[in-house]
């Protein structure tokens, strides 16, 4: 009786598999940044105002981080691949209905399901991946599909400019449609159909309590500023998210199968990185929106232009995830939280000073530091939320992580877009709109620099060299 083991199969036999996530990952982070540039023009065509698009953008990440507790399930009940074609289709029908969008209304609603297939694409790739690649692959998978949601930043404010000079703003989603072909006739050939091994009751109560939770507090932070006088329904609903989120904390206590078990937040290190991460992102969440405002509305720049002024962004943001291993190791956690956290702060600012007439340089070197500090910021946030959960906890924390971001996305351009509409009320009559970004870079910046009280909390501690390493935004 032989006792030899079966061989490891090779990395390149998972090579199809692994651009084939790429590509799901790639058209996912294009269709997050793509649009921000092409806003004013959706604008104009919409005969709405540039300063009260944020719907465009908030929509999108609250479908998302709705619909990511509930993917791994699905993705466990009807396996990887009927999952994964489903949620190319649907992204692909959403790209094609916001092209036809006739008013903002029927936009929001078809960017709301865009955001449902993105919710399913991104997770359930990476699962099929997780469920595919044997250990000895595995970090050099995770690293090759990591370089998309790097890509994709960099190069959707320019194509989205210049798509918008060239044709219109339409085939900023256009474009995913021969994407999306490529990608479903891709995935009926190499996509792997991975079933859970054990299935586990999916938690509907607590699910809709979340959903609700979030979805009512997004609504009421975007209608705080509302025009026609709904604050009385910004309140209520307020009050009813805050309720819903209580209600799954006493839910999840005492449920077997909670989507996210409390035992989670006993981690002093997970539980100060979630609340971080989503009171810093919010700040940093509504800058993909205000730049190409400021960059077009304020400064009369083209959308071609506009979008390619966001590439030191992008550019100093890939750079400086190097120097966060390095910065980590000598200064620890706490200090280099604390530090840059304020950083982060200043440089979102700082945009109140922008105006006219500038030397192009400065600019330049603005907005690279902006997305130096800024990309620091998120990967060594990332690292402290997941650094000690151990390896039942994993999946969990990372599906939170994932939602919070996205959660917090959401909260960013609702916020921004109220603080823009207030703004605009108050001064825009007399100072125009570059007025209202000015000030509305202040609050962001002040939101930004109100979790340094959260990283404050944190223990005085050194990473692995691995640990920040294997953390990719």
């Keep these: 009786m032989s006792t030899e083991t079966a061989p490891v199969p090779s990395y390149a036999s998972f090579r199809p598999l692994l651009w ?20 004013p023009a959706m604008a104009r065509s919409l005969g709405e105002s540039p300063l009260q698009m944020q ?6 990440a609250l479908a998302v981080a709705s619909f990511i507790p509930a993917s791994g399930w699905i993705a466990d009940r009807y396996g990887t691949r009927r999952t994964f074609l489903a949620a190319i289709v649907v992204f692909t029908a959403g790209s094609l209905a916001c092209a036809l969008s006739p008013t903002l209304p029927w936009l929001v609603a078809a960017r709301v399901l865009q955001g449902i297939g993105g919710a399913l694409l991104l997770p359930v790739g990476r699962l099929a991946v997780l469920r595919s690649v044997p250990r000895e692959h595995f970090l050099k998978a995770m690293s090759f599909i990591a370089i998309p949601a790097l890509v994709g930043p960099l190069v959707g404010p320019t194509l989205g400019g210049w798509l918008v000079e060239v044709a219109s703003w339409h085939w900023v989603f256009l474009i995913n449609l021969p994407i999306g ?10 996509m792997p159909d ?8 999916f938690d509907l109560p607590g699910y809709a309590m979340l959903a609700f939770g979030m979805i009512a507090l997004s609504l009421a932070l975007d209608g705080v500023s509302d025009a026609s006088g709904h604050h009385a329904w910004a309140m209520l609903l307020a009050f009813a998210g805050l309720a819903a989120l209580a209600g799954y904390w006493l839910h999840a206590a005492n449920s ?3 989507l996210f078990s409390l035992q989670l937040f006993k981690v002093v290190s997970f539980r100060i990185g979630i609340l971080g991460n989503l009171f810093s992102r919010v700040g940093s969440s509504a800058m993909p929106l205000l730049i190409p405002l400021l960059l077009q509305v304020g400064l009369g720049m083209s959308p071609m232009n506009a979008g390619l002024m966001m590439i030191p962004v992008a550019l100093a943001g890939m ?3 190097r120097a966060a291993v390095k910065l980590v190791e000598r200064f620890g956690y706490r200090r280099v939280l604390m530090v840059n956290t304020v950083l982060v702060g200043i440089a979102m600012a700082s945009f109140m000073l922008v105006e006219p007439g500038q030397h192009l340089g400065w ?11 800024n990309s620091l910021q998120f990967t060594v946030m990332n690292t402290v939320t997941l650094r000690d959960l151990d390896y039942q906890q994993a999946s969990s924390g990372n599906s939170l992580l994932s939602m919070t971001m996205m959660l917090a996305t959401g909260f960013g351009a609702a916020a921004a877009g109220s603080l823009l509409t207030a703004f605009d009320a108050h001064l825009g009559g007399a100072h125009g709109a570059t007025a209202a970004l000015h000030a509305t870079f202040v609050c962001v910046g002040a939101i930004t ?5 959260i990283f404050w909390q944190l223990p005085e501690t050194r990473p692995h060299p691995k640990q920040v390493e294997q953390v990719v935004e």
């Excluded at 072909?181 to 190499?190: H, S």
Aim: charged share 10%.
């Design 256 to 258: 077997r199968t909670p």
């Design 319 to 321: 750079a400086s995830k």
């Design 181 to 190: 072909l490529i990608g479903f006739v891709f995935a009926l050939r190499v």
């Design 449 to 453: 620099l109100t979790s340094t009280l």
């Design 363 to 373: 600019r330049l070197l603005q907005l690279a530091l902006f997305g130096a500090v």
């Design 20 to 39: 084939l996530v790429s590509l799901a990952i790639f058209m996912n982070m294009l269709d997050s940044t793509i649009v921000n540039t092409a806003l």
């Design 194 to 201: 991975r079933y859970a091994q054990q299935r586990q009751r």
């Design 55 to 60: 719907s465009v953008v908030f929509s999108y």
